[in-house]
């Protein structure tokens, strides 16, 4: 089953290749940069808040994947922005 939909997705992109430039690169950057930060605000919070049920453990997973997340957004940035033409 997987194997037959692998094929039908390599067809059709070999039929029909991707647009993706630096400007689809740069809203993809931007919107994982917002999603990051959102993650790492929300195991900042976990941290602090003292009636909620988190665990310092699962805070900080949640803040380093949110860290994580946001540094892919920074080098999709960087990268959109050396594939663009200088003017």
């Known amino acids: 089953m997987l194997l037959k939909m692998k094929r039908k997705l390599l067809r059709w992109l070999k039929a029909r290749p991707p647009k993706v430039g630096a400007g689809t690169i740069k809203v993809v950057a931007g919107d994982l940069r917002k999603m990051g930060l959102g993650a790492m605000s929300a195991g900042l919070v976990a941290v602090f808040n003292p009636t ?8 900080a997973f949640l803040f ?17 922005e ?6």
């Open 52 to 59: 909620g049920s988190f665990t310092i453990a699962g805070a």
């Open 82 to 87: 050396r594939v663009k033409p200088k003017e």
């Open 64 to 80: 380093g994947v949110g860290f994580a997340i946001w540094a892919v957004a920074v080098v999709l940035h960087a990268l959109a």
